[in-house]
């Protein structure tokens, strides 16, 4: 696997380390402003990038196409500047530029 596919992989599990860590604070009660199930698809969705980036199915962005990551996380209305909403920013910008 190449060093470009490494760093994507690592962008990847950085956002679904995020996005888990604040469903199981979600979990024991704590208050999120993800609308219900949008972690868990977001975790869904990323599980599968990186298994593709992984097996080398991944499609190349051609430069211009995006993976709809930073849009479903905007979508529900993630602050801008939280981790999740930059995390998956880093995402979309490493693929655009890299894949």
């Known amino acids: 696997m190449n060093e470009k596919i490494q760093q ?3 962008l990847i599990d950085t956002a679904i380390h ?3 860590g ?3 604070l979600r979990d024991m009660g704590v208050s999120d402003p993800a609308p219900a199930g ?13 298994n593709e980036a992984s097996a080398g199915t991944l499609e190349s962005s051609h ?4 993976i709809g990551v930073l849009r479903e996380v905007a979508d529900w209305g993630e602050d801008s500047e ?4 930059q995390a998956a920013k880093a995402i ?3 693929y655009l ?3």
């Open 8 to 10: 994507f992989i690592r």
């Open 18 to 20: 995020i996005a888990e």
């Open 22 to 24: 604040r469903k199981s």
């Open 38 to 50: 949008a972690l868990e698809n977001i975790i869904d969705a990323l599980t599968r990038l990186k």
């Open 63 to 66: 430069g211009v196409v995006t």
């Open 82 to 85: 939280s981790e999740l909403f």
């Open 92 to 94: 979309e910008r490493y």
């Open 97 to 99: 530029e890299n894949i």
